[in-house]
């Protein structure tokens, strides 16, 4: 870790670290307000009522953006959410999966664990499409006791 | 300023009450559970910082990996949860849910 | 940073072979649920039965090598996450023999297998599932496992709770669950963290010597303690953290009821048990010295009359019976955490015993509330009047169940009630005695109520006085458990001498 220079030796390899970082932010806020600064000085300045408003593939825009969304998205989020996760235990495994593979004994083990983890969250991937909740409109079909349930739910509200 | 122990335990300690907060003065279920994330993460921030300065290995780190992967896991029961109870009662407020006796 | 690995070998499969076949049955019985499309519903209840009685066959063969090894100190498996002795031994039978009764007794009940319910194949193999993470939480020997075995119980019941999701008061039980449990797991989470800060161990014992080291604040650890406890407190539904407990019962489906208000409340015990007897070092002067320090003792023992106190008063006044067996199952919270005041082997040797009865007798009343909510469609008081003569055999082995958890001798409540008794008086907290037998006296009340209706109350003219057709696999699961529920009021003994000896296998 080589300190910088300009800042004095006696920082200590964090804040060194820190101020890359600084660096890096205010070059990047310079940058952004001088490309934008410079165009504003050159470009002609013509406004007019059409380019105000909102671009939305070239319609105006219909009713506000604060709308609620179809709670299916919930659901595509759970489902997302599950199988995303997963991610924080696969990345520690394959950083130190190079290292612990050759150990004799110890390989197989590194190796068939995550497998079996990969392996039951496929099944879990596998039980929501065969439940058919992966599809977007649910084929009410194919589940005659959906009706019936219904029925069971006004029973049950009216039970004390 | 040299950023040490304190400062992160102050940090925890400042979202955990801010948790705790939310979860006594929501009425909203997914708002409780905003609150729940907050609290579960202040003790994420804890684990790794004692982890960092206290004990001086791995463990703390590991930790809090589970704890986030058990936060989404529980975010999506209670999610699935509330749907539910939304679909039955047509609200997702916890405290206008009164169908059983008190 | 030093990289310590806790990588674990084959060969430590060998000790968690009934978690590990727990875990395959809870695959197997989801895909096979989905092989057959939900219809043949007897695919995942004969794939749950069969594993679970595998499970317990192995679960039975470990203790028995242990017990003739003269020795179960246990093994410590995935590196050190979790250990297998004598305790857990103890607990993996009791929570496999809870498991097994429930499922078997759910297959007959309209609440999980009436016509218009759907997914009934989950509920078998969550279960199952349950069964495994119940385990785990008896075994666990580190702050993460602890943790992940809490919430796994946790998430699995939450789902369980909300089984009937069409139904109004299921879902509202299962929110109510989720929400209360989220909020006391992060909390304990908290006061976990800075256990771990203060104590700079994750492991149990690493936590321990940390602690009689002496460098530990009492305040501070007092302040850790009351978190943790709040989480835990939470699981087994002890005062002020009992909030959700009767509710949840009375909205889930009443087999579910029946497996929370035994499994993860033993559970609960199991995991308080070996995380403080561990860290407290109880046993040893330093041990002693720490408890006093932060006045442990008061704690719990305030904890438990208020508990005991509460569940009786509050059941005092209920009218549905299921809802009581709530408030019951509170109180018994409460005599359990006597054994715990004092952080005794003896003390901890009757809670152990003390749950094995509970299991019996709570499962009993709670099955009998589902074979009679099949016929009726109602757990309400005034409708179980006359009941017990429509169905005698079954009426009888309620008066049984409910006898036993009044505590009266010659039943199995008698003899735990007495061995936690017992244990209290030998450390002369008489108060907590006379206050735990005044709070029996009360319960005799409500639980003489639910008898009264059933046998002695006349009913009114034109009420349905025909036989109760029961399955006979009902009567057979009842049987199961009140010929125990009496045996063990007689013949105590043996199954006392297990529990101590749980008590004496736990290994550090």
Redesign the interface.
């Given at each position: 870790m080589t300190a910088m220079p300009f800042l004095g030796t006696a920082t200590?390899a964090?804040?060194g670290h820190y101020a890359t970082v600084l660096i890096f932010v205010l070059v990047g806020f310079v940058f952004a307000g001088l490309a934008l600064g410079v165009a504003k000085l050159i470009r002609p300045s013509n406004p007019s009522p059409a380019k105000m408003t909102t671009y939305e593939c070239g319609e105006l825009p219909i009713g506000s953006s604060w709308i609620r969304f179809n709670?299916r998205f919930?659901?595509i989020?759970?489902f997302f959410?599950?199988f995303?996760?997963e991610v924080?235990?696969l990345y520690?495994w394959a950083v130190m999966f190079r290292t612990?593979y050759p150990i004799a004994?110890?390989g197989a083990?590194?190796f068939w664990e995550m497998i079996i983890f990969l392996g039951?969250l496929t099944?879990g991937l596998?039980?929501v499409w065969?439940?058919g909740d992966l599809d977007w409109v649910k084929k009410l079909t194919e589940?005659p006791?959906n009706g019936?349930?219904?029925?069971?739910?006004e029973e049950?509200?009216s039970?004390? | 300023m040299n950023v040490g122990l304190p400062h992160f335990l102050t940090v925890s300690a400042i979202l955990f009450s801010l948790g705790l907060f939310g979860v006594m003065s929501r009425r909203n279920a997914v708002g409780i559970l905003m609150g729940v994330e907050l609290m579960l993460n202040a003790a994420n921030i804890n684990f790794v910082a004692f982890s960092r300065y206290v004990e001086h290995s791995i463990n703390g780190q590991m930790m809090a990996a589970f704890v986030i992967v058990l936060a989404a896991a529980e975010a999506a029961v209670a999610l699935a949860i509330v749907l539910a109870m939304y679909r039955n009662f047509g609200t997702v407020h916890a405290d206008s849910v009164q169908s059983l006796k008190r | 940073m030093e990289l310590n690995l806790n990588i674990p070998s084959w060969s430590d499969l060998r000790f968690w072979l009934p978690e590990a076949i727990l875990c395959i049955t809870f695959l197997v019985a989801l895909l096979g649920d989905l092989v057959v499309r939900g219809r043949r519903t007897w695919v995942p209840f004969a794939v749950s039965v069969a594993g679970l009685i595998t499970a317990g066959a192995y679960a039975v063969a470990a203790m028995n090598h242990g017990l003739d090894a003269g020795q179960f100190q246990g093994h410590t498996i995935m590196g050190s996450l979790m250990i297998v002795d004598g305790m857990a031994g103890f607990f993996r039978l009791l929570f496999i023999f809870a498991s097994l009764v429930t499922v078997l007794f759910a297959w007959t009940s309209e609440e999980i297998m009436g016509k218009r319910r759907e997914n009934k194949g989950e509920f078998y193999a969550l279960t199952v599932l349950l069964t495994a993470a119940m385990m785990v939480m008896a075994e666990a020997r580190d702050l993460l496992m602890l943790f992940l075995s809490m919430e796994a119980v946790g998430l699995i019941s939450y789902v369980m709770a909300g089984y009937m999701r069409t139904s109004l008061r299921s879902s509202e039980a299962s929110l109510k669950y989720v929400l209360f449990g989220a909020v006391s797991s992060a909390i304990m989470l908290y006061g976990m963290s800075l256990l771990y800060g203060m104590t700079g161990a994750m492991e149990f014992d690493g936590i321990r010597n940390a602690l009689i080291s002496g460098t530990v604040d009492p305040f501070a650890l007092l302040v850790v303690v009351v978190l943790i406890l709040a989480g835990m407190s939470y699981k087994i539904a002890a005062v002020p953290f009992h909030y959700w407990c009767p509710d949840v019962y009375e909205g889930a489906p009443t087999p579910v009821s029946a497996i929370f208000s035994v499994g993860p409340k033993a559970a609960g015990f199991a995991l308080m048990i070996r995380f403080f007897y561990t860290t407290f070092a109880a046993g040893t002067d330093a041990g002693t010295q720490l408890v006093q320090d932060i006045n442990w003792p008061l704690l719990v023992a305030v904890m438990s009359v208020a508990t005991m106190t509460y569940g009786n008063l509050v059941a005092l006044r209920q009218t549905n019976v299921k809802r009581m067996l709530a408030y019951s199952s509170i109180a018994h919270v409460g005599y359990l955490l006597m054994g715990f005041v004092l952080l005794s082997s003896a003390g901890l040797a009757s809670i152990l015993f003390y749950l094995l009865v509970y299991t019996l007798m709570n499962l009993g009343a709670f099955f009998y509330v589902v074979a009679i909510n099949n016929h009726l469609k109602s757990e309400e008081l005034s409708d179980y009047v006359g009941i017990g003569f429509r169905a005698p055999w079954a009426g009888a082995m309620m008066v049984i169940f409910l006898a036993s958890l009044t505590g009266v001798p010659p039943f199995a409540g008698f003899v735990g009630k007495f061995y936690l008794f017992t244990a209290v008086l030998d450390k002369q907290w008489f108060w907590l005695a006379i206050v735990a037998a005044l709070n029996s006296v009360v319960s005799l009340y409500y639980y003489f109520k639910v008898v009264r209706a059933m046998f002695l109350s006349t009913p009114a003219e034109g009420t349905d006085m025909s036989p109760l057709k029961l399955h006979w696999l009902q009567y057979v699961v009842l049987a199961m458990l009140a010929i125990p529920t009496l045996a063990l009021g007689l013949f105590f003994e043996e199954f006392k001498g297990l529990a101590d000896m749980a008590i004496g296998m736990m290994g550090g």
């Open positions: 200590s964090l804040t709670v919930y659901l989020a759970l959410i599950v995303d996760v924080i235990f520690p612990l004994g110890l083990i590194v039951i099944l596998a039980y065969a439940k589940r006791e019936a349930a219904t029925a069971a739910l049950e509200a039970a004390p | - | -």
